[in-house]
DNA sequence: GCCAACGTTGGC
DNA sequence: GCCAACGTTGGC
């Protein structure tokens, strides 16, 4: 089992978006890193730090744990949504998302700079400088620190 | 709203 | 394949 960090802007998608969902399908990541790791790492049980990018202050809100993987992002074939890509072919997806569902919400959100205050996660992609990957792979130390600081 | 840090595109 | 121009992300 791995655990990840998913970005989202709240105006678009927040936590209480998945609360209410439940099960809501991630969509519309649109840069080839992040696009990899959706296709080909992330897997059903891996556990996801929720966080709000574009926020004030900019925190990890919570939990959730991926229910399947590997899903082609239907937006990229329908030209009347923001996400097409004329350039995929439905024989050979280019853009790839997952559903997940919320596990917890945290008591305490942790803002970005008390990430970085934290020496344990001195090492998180999220921390460093000009980090703009919207699906980062975190190590079971770091997700433990976080889990231990939001519940 | 500013702007640094990237990522992508396209001419050559 | 290089790289300038352009677009986007996202903290501040």
């Known amino acids: 089992m791995r655990y990840w960090l998913f970005k989202t ?3 678009v998608f927040s936590i209480e978006d998945l609360q209410r969902e439940k099960i809501s399908f991630w969509e519309g990541v649109r840069n080839y890193q992040a696009r990899n790791y959706l296709r080909d ?3 059903e049980g891996d ?3 929720f966080y709000h990018s574009n ?7 919570g939990i959730a744990e991926i229910v399947e993987s590997g899903i082609p992002d239907p937006h990229q074939f329908d030209p009347n949504s923001k996400y097409f890509d004329p350039k995929a072919k439905v024989s050979e ?5 997952v559903k997940l569902k919320l596990l917890q919400k945290f008591k305490q959100q942790i803002s970005l700079s008390e990430l970085k205050a934290n020496v344990g996660l001195a090492e998180m992609i999220v921390v460093q400088k000009g980090s703009r990957l919207s699906i980062q792979p975190v190590t079971k130390k770091e997700f433990e620190i976080v889990v231990k600081l939001g519940l």
């Open 9 to 11: 802007e709240p105006d």
């Open 41 to 43: 790492d992330v897997k």
């Open 47 to 49: 556990k996801v730090l």
């Open 55 to 61: 926020a004030n202050p900019p925190c990890i809100v």
């Open 93 to 97: 997806p280019r853009w790839y998302g």
